[in-house]
């Protein structure tokens, strides 16, 4: 027989009485401009620059001679670390390919690994909001731009550099650690990499989680917002974006959407059975039409791209001071969709583009995809398509124009200009030539779901355009 | 102004109110046992009894020197065919393996080519119909079974072997000529072929079909029927059903099964980065622990399986004669998912399973997929897990039990068992071995129509386990 007890009642708890779908929860991140607790954009804007003035970083090109850690094999003349890791730079051949040059070799980046781009999430104050990085790239134009929370490839995490560990790493390594909104093994620039992929990763954790200096927690609105800023949002940043399941398939999934997914899927596969593309590694000596100076290795019209040697300083890496080489493209690219609107759907024509480094040979790539430079003196009837229409649309049909960079840590000021145009029912009613087709964009955020579908720049006008759908 | 016409009316067009999705459509015949107008599974059996006797086919293995059109290469001791097309047999050095053999070389499959498994549909008095054909397999230990419309290599339909045309190949090659209701990039054995990949695809038709004799229009229920007895439905066919879509994933797809996909496609990425596994193409005469004699290729302990050497003839194929080395595999193999359905939604205990010609290295297989002989002699601990468990099972446990016959175009009588034993939440509620994890079968099916999710066995087992859900 006890005594009176003070009875404690456990805290009341508010829960909504129905709990808040995913889906519903990005909408509600992309329709919030300030994140609770540490502001809007403007506060943003404030701790890029202070990030910028706190932390060292420099990039200086270099003769291959001066590339410490990095030497061309005797046998070979690929360009490899020492370590053994990282990546490699290698000869690619490349046969059967459409167009007015079907056969050529060039360099190509060969990393046989897995990197992982993940994002961490969680709920503040009841919005859900990410995790991302003021990362400072070796390559970027303008030193620093919004990354995703980790950023890395095996070797930098098995930590082969004998620097610090990653942070956040674990929340993408242990599973259980979160729960996961997304995991997709997605494709890099097909052009450069050698069947490159990346998990892309979004977890959400309910933990503590310290934030460091580098780190800010932004909302989906925001990072909206901050991708209508030239070269403010990475690459990573945005193909892991574009994986965010903003939308519940089960309101995009009809019985006709279900038809319209297999349709899609047959003619990718139909891409696939046509194309005759071969590609295979060879040593990067044997590449033909390319030539090694001192400090590059360059084409011997100075088309696409070079290869160059660069010395790194960083006061906030996990070492402060490296040599790698980078990729320098020749000129601005144009990576452009259009768009059309007058359907009732968002559509998008979108290009199954084969490129010599796509994993699967043939992936969905934007309408336009292209350096112009590098077509410069060719006829009109071998520029590319499309390209045209987009250089000379009229100012109120530009949807979305905003200049990108490619990845700093692979790419030497990589700038793209990345359009979303608007056309008329006209263009959306003639027949598209072969290898273009129009989809509905929530299609496509569907199949973004799934790798092997979406190349990454095709991605980063996902991410960029997830404000319209 | 003109005269009095007679007013032609077009004639009654009975409707329904509501079009019915392809799921409803796919449901129905899943639950109709009659193809209208040509009968039930008597007349089925009946017409395999004719084709079997109005067709002649025999399959004599002979020594690898009077094996017609192949010879061992002299630097690499492959087995290769004079047109350099069809296949290879090659070696396979496999490294970094889990389990108590870490490395071991094997012959291998060797096919870069992507084949089509095409099942052409059609509506037949409102029921949704698919044209199977009476395949004579030189491998088959039954000669005849049931096969998708077409089952073509690319080497095939280019008629490298200079026979007649492959029947209804346009359906499948020729974009539009149908409806799309599936078309996915599948994977084959990943034990026997180094990354050989298929599409699947079921296309339906409006247009009238002629139906040569050794094919013939069944119902889904019919299949599944066939499905329940012994070397009926070959493995093409199976894997194509695989895809039919049975469910709307409109149904499927809530917010708890979206986050369920993101969960396994993490589970699954997580198993690749874990696996260390590295499998490449070696010469075949550099293969260790095998002997090649007169006539088969054979593992030193007579484990695994025997490549041999046969000669076919047959009355109703594109060429009526030719010579082809088979896999033999030693014993009969055990196929099998757990199910459980204590928890409302059908589950199975799937296994990340990493094999050396697997495309992406890991795939979600069955609960159980060996060849006990094969384990034979070896302690409790290196067993396969589960073997037991679905060798013990009560009769009353046992919800699914036939044998099913690999395709028997490249395996020379390989009789598999194929199992689904349902367990009580006792063993579900156990946390499973690393590898291992529950899954909604509804999930699999939504999986299913994505490649590089699921492997050959798995998809079987799924075929026949769609009257499940």
Redesign the interface.
Known sequence: MRGAATVVLPPAVHEPLTPR???ERCLESARTSTTPGTGGLPEIRQWLEERARVNEFTTTPVPFAQLDGWRFTDDTGDLVHRSGGFFRIRGLDVSGADGPVPHWSQPVIDQPE?GVLGMLAKEIDGVLCLLVQAKMEPGNINVLQLSPTVQAT?SNFLRLHGGAATRYLEYF?E?GRG???????HSEQGGSFYRKRN?N?IVETDEDVVVHDDYRWVTVGQLHALLREDNMVNMDARTVLSCL?LS???AA???AA??E???I???L??A??RSSLVSRLVPLASVDRWRRSEDAISHEENRYFQVIGTMVRASNREVTSWGQPLIAPRGRGVVAFLVCRTRGDVEVLVHARAEGGTP?VVELGPTVQCVPDNFHGLPAGQQPRYLDLVREAAPGDILYDTLLSEEGGRFYQAENRYLAVGVDDEVRSSTPPPGFRWMALRQLYALV????YLNVEARSLLACLQPMV
Chains 1, 2 share one sequence.
Do not use: Y
Not at 179 to 185: G, H, M, P, S, T
Not at 449 to 452: A, E, L, N, S, T
């Open positions: 779908g995913t889906a897995v095996r390594t599973p729960r996961v909104l997304a995991d997709v093994l998990r990763i399941p519940a398939p089960a999934f009809d019985d279900q038809s997914t297999a349709a899927q047959s003619w596969n139909n696939k059975s699967d779901r799934h790798g092997g």
